[in-house]
């Protein structure tokens, strides 16, 4: 499984982004997939994911109201919707992908993408 994670830029307080993480070599449909954010120095925490069918989701608590995650298998692409960005979710943002049911804790995933970079301004 290859992911490829895109999307991610400079903006400001309050403004949105959608990131994106295609998949290749499989039937992405199979496999949940979770977005992780890291800054420098820190650990790897939980964002979001979501199942293979796309009928369950998850959000960590900071996320919560403000980002929605989606999927369209047809396109092997899994999306971040952003929105109200605060400075403290300037990270790098990481997407993943496990096979069955999705999970908040980053260990569970075998299959990580590259990485790209939010940065919000206030």
């Known amino acids: 499984v290859q992911l490829q994670a895109s999307g991610g830029g400079l903006v400001q307080a309050g403004d949105s982004l959608r990131l994106s993480c295609v998949a290749s070599?499989?039937?992405?449909?199979?496999?949940?997939t979770g977005w992780f954010r890291q800054e420098p120095g820190k650990e790897r925490e939980f964002v979001a994911a979501?199942?293979?069918?796309?009928?369950?989701?998850w959000y960590a608590d900071s996320v919560k109201g403000r980002f929605t995650i989606s999927r369209d298998n047809a396109k092997n692409t899994v999306y971040l919707q952003m929105n109200s960005l605060k400075p403290e979710d300037t990270a790098v943002y990481y997407c993943?992908?496990?096979?069955?049911?999705?999970?908040?804790?980053?260990?569970?995933?075998?299959?990580w993408g590259q990485g790209t970079q939010v940065t919000v301004s206030s």
């Open positions: 979501i199942v293979g069918n796309g009928g369950s989701t």
């Open positions: 993943a992908a496990r096979r069955g049911w999705g999970s908040l804790v980053y260990n569970d995933y075998a299959f």
């Open positions: 070599g499989v039937t992405f449909g199979a496999y949940a």
